[in-house]
């Protein structure tokens, strides 16, 4: 085998491997060269070097009527620093197999030894051909061949037999190309959406933009070009980049990597990388969608003129027929189009006509119809007309097929051009784990979602504006609440709606998450929680359009962020807050008159000493929405980190608490009375009587629950990622004239509301209530505290309160 150092003259990259691992490395160090420019001579570098070898190999083992052809990304040009190397070696079949396997080891030894990742393969044109007609992804890399060195005859002829039984086979191979699509998009998602997108894999990366060159190589349909190439080469680029970061064939964007291959890029941070990761997916997965919708289409066509021929003999086939949608708009060939009279330069409503009328009838929307509006239509006067804003409405209210259509007008710049600041939430990014969707397809999901339950208010144009707009602040400096009220003020007096509905729907974007963030993180017995909601909402029917988008909103966000437990809370407080809006008072808190239950289980814990307790399924409407455990306990220090400690220890989430002393009747004594909110960690809830047991032990200390917790945590180590922000404890002011109410975010784990316990009984207050909320792997905790004497703390000592649990939590 040649020595590393042996070059020549005519062969800069060295033909042995050293040579060729110095050039390489030198191209990647380069700054000036990055993108298409490196990607081409890294190809050429690796071509020069290859056909060094192949020369040598073929005349060292004497075998003619051979290639060497690269397949794939590397047949494409499209080598990454990390790219593995596709290569074919072909041959006419007269060498002796001997001959064959020392040229094979003489080329694919030296790759390997320089730790380059190989595929490759050894066969005839007719057995490459054979592969080819059997396994679908060799057919694919084969469309892609390219002469590296050798016999381009023999290749050349390889190249039309693969590329005529691809088109024969068309109307079978494409519809099985489709669903191994779907199964990877399955498998992989979808990358505009993901986090730690995988560039290459998920739908709209790289293997689709593979995907859409090999159907428009099959002469059946072609995608749409427009946009693909710089989309192509900004997803190579991220890929490009995430190589030299990671220094391996990687092509998952993982979080920790983001900021860093932004600044390779020359992107302000991980989010402008993300965005335009996003921007390029979402091209290639709309060209994507038009493609294979056309791909359906003609072999639908196909399949139907053997039939026609027999119906109508030698008089041919007849036009589609065209039904009319709406004033300008027709269904042709399952696709909503325009119609011959249509004048898109004379009427600027038909954009927002064409696309209601599409969704409202539950058809895709044609491509040359949309790309002949964004070209052609006027734009809309402002405020917009009356017309112009229920065709709107009536879009948004479309459901799951406003979607597709949504994407193809946005896709063309229509909904940029009618909805200016939409631009600013396109392709945006959402940190935070509960979310699935980017910022803008958050807001057409809650969209989809509130048009189910325009039913259940009085006015469901407010509601469907409202789920357009909630999150329209995102993207700004500051709360995107308060940003997003001025902006959706704008947006709204833009649409046409009056002055009265445009304070509505300020109101509505300013206080989305009121609802559900009082109901899970304050005490709804507690006067003033009601007051302040009532108070912000200001109505009964804005009241009824918030609560249904609370609802739709939390359901788009994704499944843990809305739950038969939260619906009832915030149903509960929606309740609360309609009586005093209509003239009711504010109920205080309960009375602390036991129930009969609270009475025995008190009078059973003042009997035995020890700790009582009860635990059944909670009903609301025939529904379950959650485990009640009721636990009765004398008064004694360290009630609450216990309880909360063993419930943990038996994979129970605590959801809300509850605390009270009970004073019983003929001064018999004073009794703990705490109840729980909870669910099963996995489904199935433990026995009472072990609860009890544990219970017992962990308030006379034969239990150590932060040992045992510890060892959990211990046994189940979190997976490594991004380190979580540190805990943070603060005081809520203006919250509760009864208490001092203390809010804790922090990380989800193992056993938090025992160690906020644990930190509140050293510091010498009493929790009269706690409320839990926990999205995805962040915890949010609001606890009311009192003194030994049941007053809220001064503002001095609530404050050191908190620094003393923030220190015990970190």
């Known amino acids: 085998m040649t020595s590393v150092e042996e070059t020549t003259q005519d062969d800069p990259a060295g033909s042995g491997p050293g040579g060729y691992a110095e050039a390489r490395l030198r191209l990647l160090q380069e700054e000036s060269r990055s993108g298409p420019s490196r990607r081409s001579a890294l190809s050429g570098l690796t071509d020069q070097w290859l056909n060094a070898q192949f020369a040598r190999a073929a005349r060292e083992t004497g075998v003619r009527g051979a290639a060497l052809v690269a397949v794939g990304g590397y047949g494409r040009a499209d080598l990454s620093p990390r790219s593995d190397l596709d290569l074919l070696l072909l041959h006419d079949g007269k060498a002796r197999p001997a001959e064959l396997s020392a040229l094979a080891d003489r080329l694919w030894y030296p790759v390997w030894d320089l730790g380059l990742a190989l595929d490759h393969s050894v066969r005839t044109p007719g057995e490459a051909r054979k592969t080819a007609a059997e396994d679908l992804k060799a057919h694919l890399g084969l469309l892609d061949a390219r002469l590296v060195s050798g016999d381009a005859g023999l290749l050349a002829g390889l190249r039309t037999a693969v590329l005529a039984d691809w088109r024969n086979q068309a109307a079978r191979r494409l519809p099985q190309l489709h669903a191994l699509c779907r199964e990877r998009a399955e498998r992989a998602g979808e990358l505009r959406f993901l986090l730690e997108p995988d560039l290459k894999e998920a739908r709209g990366g790289l293997r689709d933009v593979t995907v859409l060159r090999a159907v428009a190589a099959s002469w059946l349909a072609d995608a749409p070009r427009e946009g693909l190439a710089e989309a192509r080469r900004r997803l190579l680029d991220a890929r490009d980049a995430l190589h030299l970061v990671t220094g391996r064939a990687t092509d998952r964007l993982a979080l920790q990597e983001q900021p860093q291959v932004a600044a390779r890029l020359g992107l302000l941070d991980a989010d402008a990388l993300l965005r335009e990761v996003y921007e390029a997916a979402r091209v290639v997965a709309y060209a994507g969608d038009v493609t294979w919708r056309e791909v359906g289409r003609v072999l639908r066509a196909r399949a139907a003129r ?65 790309r002949r509006l964004a070209a052609q239509a006027r734009p809309l006067p402002v405020p917009w007309p009356a017309e112009a804003r229920e065709q709107l409405l009536t879009l948004l209210g479309a459901g799951e097929p406003m979607v597709g259509v949504w994407e193809a007008l946005e896709a063309e710049g229509l909904i940029s051009r009618l909805l200016p600041d939409w631009e600013r939430v396109r392709c945006r990014p959402q940190h935070n784990p509960v979310h699935t969707w980017t910022v803008d397809r958050h807001l057409i999901e809650t969209a989809v979602r509130a048009s189910a339950l325009t039913r259940r208010v009085g006015r469901p144009d407010l509601l469907l504006m409202a789920a357009l707009l909630h999150d329209i602040g995102k993207g700004w400096p500051g709360d995107h609440s308060l940003v997003g009220e001025t902006i959706a003020r704008d947006m709204a007096v833009r649409v046409g709606f009056d002055a009265e509905d445009t304070a509505v729907l300020g109101t509505l974007v300013r206080h989305h998450l009121l609802l559900v963030d009082t109901a899970t993180r304050r005490d709804l017995d507690d006067p003033a929680t009601v007051t302040a909601v009532a108070r912000a909402v200001g109505s009964t029917g804005t009241l009824e359009v918030l609560h249904a988008l609370t609802e739709a909103d939390a359901l788009a966000t994704g499944p843990a962020a809305w739950s038969t437990w939260r619906g009832s809370l915030v149903a509960d407080l929606v309740r609360r807050v309609a009586a005093v809006l209509s003239g009711a008072p504010p109920a205080g808190p309960e009375p602390d008159l036991p129930t009969a239950e609270q009475e025995r289980l008190a009078l059973e814990a003042l009997r035995t000493g020890e700790p009582v307790l009860t635990l ?149 207050v009493r929790v009269r209530s706690a409320h839990v909320s926990t999205l995805g792997a962040n915890a949010v905790d609001t606890v009311y505290v009192v003194d030994p004497d049941g007053k809220p703390l001064p503002p001095t000592a609530a404050a050191a309160v908190a620094a003393q649990v923030q220190t015990a939590l970190t």
């Open 306 to 370: 053997p039939r026609l021929r027999g119906l109508l003999g030698t008089r041919g086939t007849t036009a589609p027929e065209r039904a009319p949608l709406a004033e300008g708009v027709v269904e042709s060939d399952g696709e909503a189009v325009l119609a011959l009279a249509a004048r898109p330069e004379r009427d600027p409503v038909l954009p927002l006509r064409f696309g209601a009328a599409a969704a409202q009838a539950g058809l895709p929307v044609s491509l040359h119809a949309v």
């Open 616 to 764: 059944h399924a909670r009903q609301e409407e025939d529904e379950a929405v959650g485990v009640e455990l009721a636990v009765a306990v004398p008064d004694q220090p360290g009630v609450l980190p216990a309880v909360s400690g063993v419930l943990a220890l038996h994979r129970l989430t605590v959801r809300a608490a509850d605390l009270r002393f009970l004073e019983l009747p003929d001064h018999l004594g004073e009794v703990l009375v705490l109840r729980w909110r909870v669910a099963a960690e996995y489904g199935a809830l433990p026995q009472a009587a072990r609860l009890r047991t544990d219970l017992v032990r962990a308030l006379d200390g034969s239990l150590d629950v932060p040992a045992k917790l510890a060892g959990r945590e211990a046994a189940y180590p979190r997976r490594r990622g991004v380190v979580p922000p540190p805990p943070r404890v603060t005081v809520v002011p203006d919250v509760s004239p009864l208490a001092t109410v203390l809010e804790v975010r922090a990380p989800d784990a193992v056993g938090l509301l025992h160690r906020i316990g644990r930190a509140l009984e050293a510091a010498g």
